[in-house]
């Protein structure tokens, strides 16, 4: 292999939202921010958990008895966040702190707005400020505020009393930025130019496409470049009735398994160009390419595999494909 | 040693670097990794009787990367195989048992991850409890930050001896050459520095890592085939603590203390510490009831270089090293895995 450049490498953006079932427990507790509360839980020592937990963190006997504790407290400790995070609580520099909230023997986890490191202390006293549109989850605290002097607190009227919560939805927004291996980058590279490039196993000498990092076999990385042609069989294959989001052929349609000539490996793609009904193991298919101008570093230059109207390959010829 | 022995008579890990070209499944990091610690032993891939790795779809942004890995293996005819999301020093646990219930008599243990491809003070909060702590997104530096003010505030220590922890990491990470950070520091200068995330500065946090680690296991006789002077587990145990942070007293580490009471921790005269934060050193030490004359960390430890989901796996390879070498009769590895050593292993072996 003559790699010389850089693997490919492209942002990749992983998101999904986190749905999750409270229970009686956790679902009082996130009820009770909803209604701008704070509760806790008493554990088997009588010590009150804040946040409520379902289990007691030292004898891990189960806990039902929630007790309202205050919406102000006292730091126990703080680091400061200079440059705040994505989905962090907020978009200035704050201090994250263990806050022992009135009538609660355990702390909770949360943001203080402190303007500068200087404002924030171990042992300062702080209040809750409460989102505007509560949810049910511990962002309707939106932080705590430092509790100046005398001023008083002003809680605002919590929404009317409403069923309980039961669920809680986390969105996780998290970004990486992939790579592909270098045998990868090769392939990448060649399908930008409407080539097929597999690698041969220095150790079994098998063909794979896409190349692998390593061969599954042997474990050893796959070296000498085998350029393939467009044609090949399919092995198997399933015919799609059913429709799904993001469907972008009409049903029934089928997806094979494509081997090209010459290649020790099938890859997924898709075969019209007749009906689903007359697609069979063994068919000869070849490529059909979308036009030039639209060609990128994917296998989706290809846009389908159709027919030649050669005759089928022998079973015995795949077989060991399957 | 008894026939149900088990010693640790393979190391070999990649270099700890910032960033590398690789995908997050590892394989580029394991192929050689994986040559180095079977060269020499006469052992082929074929020869490993289980294998068991850690690692992390949250590090990699893809699923069931683990099973990707396998590919560095050659994993045919098929393997006997398991992963466990954690540091893999718990991998070697598991790989542990295996031996013991004599099933297989060798084991390779590795564990991965490509720290660099994601965000990874973000992608750590994904440890926390899910309902109502990581909805915050605190990141693991903000966490360990809290952890370490309640060790400067009670009196547990001071800044300067966090300051040490970080010189010291990295004037012995100058005689390791897959450490990530080394050099010579003054510890006054270290205190000059200005925090990342007040009461932490950069020298008082693990770098973010790339790299790849492995350790073979053998049963008793397999191993005083493969190595003069196997270093034997003695003792290998991990607790763990409640996910509830306020839960904890987060100035101990109760978990650490009865992993190391149970494992026969007294008297070891080297100990690798898996502290990804310098302050974690001092609690640990105290923890396990270290002594100023047990030689902590010398490869440079996990500040001078914090492969995740491998670090704590090096830990045992490190220390093993000092046994094989015979610089040591009995030495200690310890690992770490979730938020301020949330659970904690501790392997004792000794020559």
Sequence with gaps: MTETSEPLSAPLEVGFDYTRSLGSVLGRFATALRQRRITGVRGSDGRVHVPAVEYDPNTFEPLDELVDVGSEGTVLSWSWAPQPLEGQPLEHAFGWALIRLDGA?????????????????????????????????????????????DAPPQPPAPP???????????????????????????????????????????????????PRGACPTDGVPTEEEVELPDTGIVTTFCIVNVPFLGQRIKPPYVAAYVLLDGADIAFLHLVLGCAAEDVRMGMRVRAEWKPRAEWDSTLQNIDHFTPTGEPDAPYESYAHHL | MTESDVAVVGFAQAPNVRATHGTTNGVEMLVPVFDELLDGTGLSKKDIGFWCSGSSDYLAGRAFSFIAAIDAIGAFPPINESHVEMDAAWA???????????????????????????????????????????????????VAGLQARL???????????????????RADARQNPNAQVSGEERVADLLEQPYVADPLRAHDCAPITDGASAVLLASADRARELRDRPAWITGLEHRIESAQLGGRDLTASPSTSDAAGAAGAAGVEVAELHAPFSHQELLLRAAIGLDDSVRISPSGGALCGNPMFAAGLSRIGEAAGRVWSGEAGKVLAHATSGPALQQNLVCVMEG
Excluded at chain 1, 163 to 177: D, G, K
Excluded at chain 2, 99 to 114: M, N, P, Q, S
């Design chain 2, 92 to 142: 070697l646990y598991e790989a542990w048992v295996k031996i013991r219930t004599g099933e297989v008599d060798t084991a390779l243990v590795y564990g991965f991850g490509k720290s660099s491809a994601g965000e990874l003070r973000r992608t750590l909060a994904m440890q926390l409890d899910p309902y109502f702590v990581a909805p915050l997104w605190p990141d693991s530096i903000a």
């Design chain 1, 105 to 149: 023997d355990t702390p909770l986890l949360h943001a203080v707005d402190a303007g500068t490191s200087d404002g924030m202390r171990t042992g300062m006293r702080v209040r809750a400020r409460w989102a505007a549109e509560p949810t049910g989850g511990i962002r309707d605290i939106a932080c705590f505020d430092p509790v100046d002097g």
């Design chain 2, 151 to 169: 060790g400067l505030e009670s009196g547990l220590f001071g800044e300067e001896q966090m300051a040490q922890v970080a010189a010291r990491s």
């Design chain 1, 160 to 210: 009317d009393a409403d069923e309980q919560v039961t669920t809680l939805t986390t969105p996780i927004h998290l970004h990486y930025q992939h790579s592909a291996s270098p045998e990868e980058s090769r392939y990448l590279r060649g399908l930008a130019e409407g080539r097929l490039l597999g690698q041969r196993c220095p150790a079994c000498a098998k063909v794979y496409i896409p």
